[in-house]
Nanobody, 119 residues
Framework: QVQLVESGGGLVQAGGSLRLSCAAS????????MGWYRQAPGNQRELVAT???????NYADSVKGRFTISRDNAKNTVYLQMNSLKPEDTTVYYC?????????????WGQGTQVTVSS
């Protein structure tokens, strides 16, 4: 199994920046991609940004140009640099890891970290 530990959330004023980190441990050899999702009240979790082991990235339209995802495969850590934050970015952000072993695919989730952007 994979364990994910998130850090970097907090309170910031609109226009400010935060950097989220997510460190994976356990069966990290099986991880194919990692990313960040967020969940508004009453909604499904939505993709914010993902990155594959090879470095391919994908972003939600709402964060393009503001957020940057990166990873350090040696440290099994993914980062989300969030700039120009808006109040609508306020929610819980969840780290995700997608793994595959013997053709069996699994999703792992962190506990979530709160991001609050004040106006």
């Amino acid at each position: 199994q994979v364990q994910l530990v998130e850090s970097g959330g907090g309170l910031v004023q609109a226009g400010g920046s935060l950097r989220l980190s997510c460190a994976a441990s356990g069966s990290t050899f099986s991880i194919n991609a990692m990313g960040w999702y967020r969940q508004a009240p009453g909604n499904q979790r939505e993709l914010v940004a993902t990155i594959t082991t090879g470095g391919s990235t994908n972003y939600a339209d709402s964060v393009k140009g503001r957020f940057t995802i990166s990873r350090d495969n040696a440290k099994n850590t993914v980062y989300l640099q969030m700039n120009s934050l808006k109040p609508e970015d306020t929610t819980v952000y969840y780290c995700n890891a997608k793994s595959s072993r013997r053709g069996y695919k699994l999703d792992y989730w962190g506990q979530g970290t709160q991001v609050t952007v004040s106006s």
